[in-house]
């Protein structure tokens, strides 16, 4: 499972950016996908969860009612929605998977490269 993070950058406090994370699946399911975040000097902490029929996700406190976490399954891609970013988001941003190996029981977790996300005050 490969995962690639795309859409950070710089953006001024009240703005938006959307973050995308492309999965590269072969011979697993996916079940989980999720982002977190980590900022200079911190350690990387959850930010959203998502199931993989797209039924349930769960957010982090600091961001519940401003950052949306989706999933287009045709496309394997996972998307983060953020609006009203603050200075305290900024981070690297870290897409994560939990996926099963067809046939069999074993599971594995999965991160991308992380992607930088900076709001300026």
């Known amino acids: 499972v490969q995962l690639v993070e795309s859409g950070g950058g710089l953006v001024q406090a009240g703005g938006s950016l959307r973050l995308s994370c492309a999965a590269s699946v072969s011979a697993f399911t996916i079940n989980v996908m999720g982002w977190y975040r980590q900022a200079p000097g911190k350690p990387r902490e959850w930010v959203a969860t998502?199931?993989?029929?797209?039924?349930?996700?769960n957010y982090a406190d600091s961001v519940k009612g401003r950052f949306t976490i989706s999933r287009d399954n045709d496309k394997n891609t996972m998307y983060l929605q953020m609006n009203m970013l603050k200075p305290e988001d900024t981070a690297v941003y870290y897409c994560?998977?939990?996926?099963?190996?067809?046939?069999?029981?074993?599971?594995?977790?999965?991160w991308g490269q992380g992607t930088q996300v900076t709001v300026s005050s």
């Open positions: 998502l199931t993989s029929s797209g039924g349930s996700t």
């Open positions: 994560n998977a939990i996926a099963t190996k067809i046939g069999t029981r074993n599971s594995f977790n999965y």
